[in-house]
Nanobody
């Protein structure tokens, strides 16, 4: 069974940076599409960024383009989300996700981590 564990969340001031990590265990994720979602209170979960197994295809939500960068290290079974120029509206629980079959990086994720809280103060 694939398990995903996020880390790196915390409290940061607006304009600051955080780097989230997601370590996979139970299976190698080398062939999986990986993504980061977030859910703010009272809002639906949304895809923030996704990356193909090779890393050559990525997706970013319009709200984070130019500020967030998704990357992966398949040798370490780890996916990262570098978040720069953080804004209060980025405050949410951030979830790592995996998609164990092919297709678009935008849809169809079927494994989820427990989430890590990111809070951006103004």
């Amino acid at each position: 069974q694939l398990q995903l564990v996020e880390s790196g969340g915390g409290l940061v001031q607006a304009g600051g940076s955080l780097r989230l990590s997601c370590v996979a265990s139970g299976r190698t994720v080398i062939s999986y599409i990986m993504g980061w979602f977030r859910q703010a209170p009272g809002k639906e979960r949304e895809l923030v960024a996704g990356i193909s197994w090779s890393g050559d295809s990525t997706y970013y939500a319009d709200s984070v383009k130019g500020r967030f960068t998704i990357s992966r290290d398949n040798a370490k079974n780890t996916v990262y989300l570098q978040m720069n120029s953080l804004k209060p509206e980025d405050t949410a629980v951030y979830y790592c996700a995996a998609k164990t079959y092919g297709g678009s990086v935008r849809y169809g994720y079927n494994y989820w981590g427990q989430g890590t809280q990111v809070t951006v103060s103004s």
